[in-house]
Every structure is written in structure tokens, then in C-alpha cells.
């Protein structure tokens, strides 16, 4: 059973920085990948952010690229979200997903196969 456990959330400025963290236990392949979703009131969660395992590749949608950056430290089955430069309109509860791996068309970022996700974490962004 894959579990998902997300960290870091918290309350900044804008224009300030947070990282989250989410740690990965019971993934059973070398091939998949961990995406960052947020909530949307009245939509789906989008998807902002996702890097694959296979090749190291990663994503962004549009409103984070730039100021959002996704990496992972395979030895701590850690995947990181560097968010810098946050706006009030990036406030919102932010989950981590797995997946078979990573996919993007028409600028979404979503991930393949089955999808396990975390509990969330909260990010506000004051003005």
C-alpha cells in the first residue's frame, strides 16, 4: 500500500517562500511518478507539478513555472516543492499524488494509472 505524507505547509508573506515535502513508503516499482495537485474551489485539483522517477523528467503548468521547482532525493523516497515568490491566489491545500508516471497535454499536468494521494497540507499566502 503506497502512503503519501506531505509537510511544510504554513502561512508566509507574498512573495515569500515554503517547501513542501512528501515522503513515499510502499511504492513496489522503479517506474512512477509523484506529482503536487492543489484544491480549486468548484473544480477538480490541478495539477502543478510532477517529475518522474524513470528519467528524472519534469512539469509545471504555467502559473508555477518560474517560481516553482520540483525535485526528489531517491535515498530519503522524498519529493520536494520549492515555491518561491508566492501570491495570495497560490493559498490553498496542497496534496501530493503517485502514479504509474508523469503526463502532460494542452498545459496539465496530471499522472498516469492508478492514483494514491496524501492527506493535503495548507498553504495561506497573506498580501
Known amino acids: 500500500e503506497v502512503h503519501l505524507v506531505e509537510s511544510g505547509g504554513g502561512l508566509v508573506q507574498a512573495g515569500g517562500s515554503l517547501r513542501l515535502s512528501c515522503a513515499a513508503s510502499?511504492?513496489?516499482?522503479?517506474?512512477?511518478?509523484i506529482g503536487w495537485f492543489r484544491h480549486v474551489p468548484g473544480k477538480e485539483r490541478e495539477g502543478i507539478s510532477c517529475?518522474?522517477?524513470?528519467?528524472?523528467?519534469?512539469y509545471y503548468v504555467d502559473s508555477v513555472k518560474g517560481r516553482f521547482t520540483i525535485s526528489s532525493d531517491n535515498a530519503k523516497n522524498t519529493v520536494y516543492l520549492q515555491m518561491n515568490n508566492l501570491k495570495p491566489e497560490d493559498t490553498t491545500v496542497y496534496y501530493c499524488?503517485?502514479?504509474?508516471?508523469?503526463?502532460?497535454?494542452?498545459?496539465?499536468?496530471?499522472?498516469?494509472?492508478?492514483?494514491?494521494w496524501g492527506q493535503g497540507t495548507q498553504v495561506t499566502v497573506s498580501s
Open positions: 510502499g511504492l513496489t516499482s522503479d517506474e512512477y511518478g
Open positions: 517529475i518522474s522517477n524513470s528519467d528524472g523528467s519534469t
Open positions: 499524488a503517485s502514479g504509474r508516471d508523469c503526463g502532460e497535454a494542452m498545459g496539465v499536468v496530471y499522472l498516469l494509472g492508478n492514483v494514491d
